[in-house]
C-alpha cells in the first residue's frame, strides 16, 4: 500500500465482497466449494457468477459459498434460491453456464433445464 486512497479502494471492495454474502437480497446463490468443488473449477465458477452479476449490475442477490454436498461427480454445483420458489442446483456449472445461470434465472426468471441437477 503507498496511499490512503489505495486503502480506500481495498476497503470499498472488501466491503462489496462481504455485502454480496450476506443481508435481505432478493435471491441467493450458493457454490459448493468443498475440495472436490474447488478441484473441479468453482472457483472460477464463482468469480463467472459475481462478474455476470456485476455486468449486469445486480446488486440484491447474495453469493456465497458452502462444503462438499456429496454429489462430487456434478461438482461444480450451485444452487440458486429465490423467494417463494423451490430452490434449484445446477451441475457441472463451469464459467460459461454461470453467467447463463445470471441471465437465463435471475434475470429472466427461468430455470436452466439442461443445466439442473435433481
Given at each position: 500500500?503507498?496511499?490512503?486512497a489505495?486503502?480506500?479502494?481495498?476497503?470499498?471492495?472488501?466491503?462489496?465482497?462481504?455485502?454480496?454474502?450476506?443481508?435481505?437480497?432478493?435471491?441467493?446463490?450458493?457454490?459448493?466449494?468443498?475440495?472436490?468443488?474447488?478441484?473441479?473449477?468453482?472457483?472460477?465458477?464463482?468469480?463467472?457468477?459475481?462478474?455476470?452479476?456485476?455486468?449486469?449490475?445486480?446488486?440484491?442477490?447474495?453469493?456465497?459459498?458452502?462444503?462438499?454436498?456429496?454429489?462430487?461427480?456434478?461438482?461444480?454445483?450451485?444452487?440458486?434460491?429465490?423467494?417463494?420458489?423451490?430452490?434449484?442446483?445446477?451441475?457441472?456449472?463451469?464459467?460459461?453456464?454461470?453467467?447463463?445461470?445470471?441471465?437465463e434465472?435471475?434475470?429472466?426468471?427461468?430455470?436452466?433445464a439442461?443445466?439442473?441437477?435433481?
Amino acid at each position: 500500500m503507498k496511499s490512503l486512497a489505495e486503502l480506500r479502494e481495498i476497503r470499498d471492495q472488501v466491503k462489496k465482497d462481504l455485502d454480496m454474502r450476506s443481508g435481505a437480497h432478493r435471491a441467493k446463490i450458493i457454490v459448493c466449494m468443498g475440495t472436490c468443488g474447488i478441484a473441479a473449477g468453482a472457483r472460477d465458477t464463482m468469480t463467472a457468477l459475481v462478474a455476470a452479476l456485476d455486468e449486469n449490475g445486480i446488486v440484491d442477490v447474495a453469493v456465497s459459498a458452502a462444503g462438499c454436498p456429496g454429489f462430487c461427480e456434478q461438482e461444480p454445483l450451485v444452487e440458486v434460491q429465490m423467494a417463494d420458489v423451490a430452490s434449484v442446483r445446477y451441475g457441472h456449472v463451469d464459467a460459461a453456464a454461470a453467467k447463463r445461470i445470471v441471465v437465463e434465472h435471475i434475470i429472466g426468471g427461468n430455470q436452466v433445464a439442461d443445466l439442473v441437477f435433481a
